[in-house]
C-alpha cells in the first residue's frame, strides 16, 4: 500500500488487514514515515515508499497523491505487480486513455484479470453510477445541462493540513468551492467525468458545483436532468435494469442521506420526477462514503476481481 498514512490509505489498510485471503505486504507514508498508526485492531508502522518492495506484492495500491502516483504505479508494473491507482493520474480525460477504468459495476470485464486499473474519483463514482443508467437509455435531452450540486465531507480533501480546513472554518457553514478565477464549473473532476459521460453516450453539458460540508465523510449528489421524454412506468424503471443483481447499488424511494452510506461500500440512488418545469425533468440523488465507495472500497472491488478473489471479499456492505 502506498500513500497508507493518508485518509483513503488508511481506509484500505483497514480493509486489507480484515481481509479474508490478503496479506498487508507494506504501508508506505511520506512525513509520516517511521510513525506507527492504530487502524482498527491493527496496529501498523508506516515505512518510506523508497523501500517499498515493489515487487514482493502480486499488487500494489496507490493512494498517493495525483501527479506522485504515476511513477510509482510505474515502477510497481516494472516489478511485476499489477496496480490500483487511487489517484486521477490514469483515470479518463486525464490523457491516460485505454487503461480500465474501475467503475466496477458498469466495467467489471475490463476490470477482471486486468494488470493495472484506475480508480475512480468519490465525485465521479457517486455521479457517473447515478446517471448511466439514463445515458445508456438515450433519456437525455442533449440541449439542456446536467446540472450537479455535489457535497463532500473534509475527508474528501486529504489530510494534508490547510488553514481552510481547520475545524474552526468548516464548522457549522457550507460553502461551495472549486472556482478559478471567479468562474465555476472548472473542478479537475470534471474532465474524467466528461469523458466517462461521453463514453456513456452522453451528449448534454455538465455543470458540476461541488460543496464542503461540515462533516467528516460521505458525499451526496443531487442532479437535474432535462429528459426527451417523460420515463414511461416506475421512475427507477432504468436503474433497476442496469442494476439488477448488483449488491453494492442501492435504489430507494426516499432521498438518501448519509447516515445509510458511511462506512459502507454502496452507492444508494432515489430518482423522481420534477413538479412545475415545462420539460420532463428528473432529480437524481446518489449518496456514497467517499472513503469506502469512493475510494478503498471499490478499489478492493476492483483488485479482487483482478486477482480471481470473490469481488465482495473482504468489503462492508
Ligand atoms: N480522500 C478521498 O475521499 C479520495 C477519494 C478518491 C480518491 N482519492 C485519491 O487518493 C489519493 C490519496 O488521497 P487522500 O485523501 O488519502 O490524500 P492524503 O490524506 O493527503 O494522503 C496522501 C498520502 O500520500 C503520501 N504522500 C504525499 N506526498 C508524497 C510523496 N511526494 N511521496 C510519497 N508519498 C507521498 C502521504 O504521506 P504523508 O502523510 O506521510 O506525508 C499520504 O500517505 C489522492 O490521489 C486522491 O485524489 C481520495
Redesign the pocket.
Known sequence: M????????RELCALILDHPELVLAFA??????GARARIGRHTIE?SA?ESARLGDAALVFS????G??KEWIARARDAGARAVD???DLRPGNGCEGIPYGLTELSREQVRNAPLVS?P??YPTSILTALAPLFARDLVADDCPIVIDAASGV??????PKRELLFAEVADDYRAYGFSDGTGNVHRHLREMRAVAESLGCAADLVFTPHLLPVARGILATMTVTLRAPIQGETLTPWRATYAGERFIELVDEPPTLRDVVHRNVVRIAAMPLAGTRRPTLLVLSAID??VK??AGQALQNANLMLGLEEAAGLPS
Open positions: 502506498l500513500g497508507a498514512s493518508g485518509y483513503a490509505g508506505t507514508a511520506n512525513e509520516q514515515r508506516f515508499t493512494a498517493l497523491p495525483h506522485t502516483s487511487l489517484s486521477a480508480n474519483g468519490c475527508t474528501g480533501a486529504g489530510n494534508s467517499n472513503l469512493g475510494a
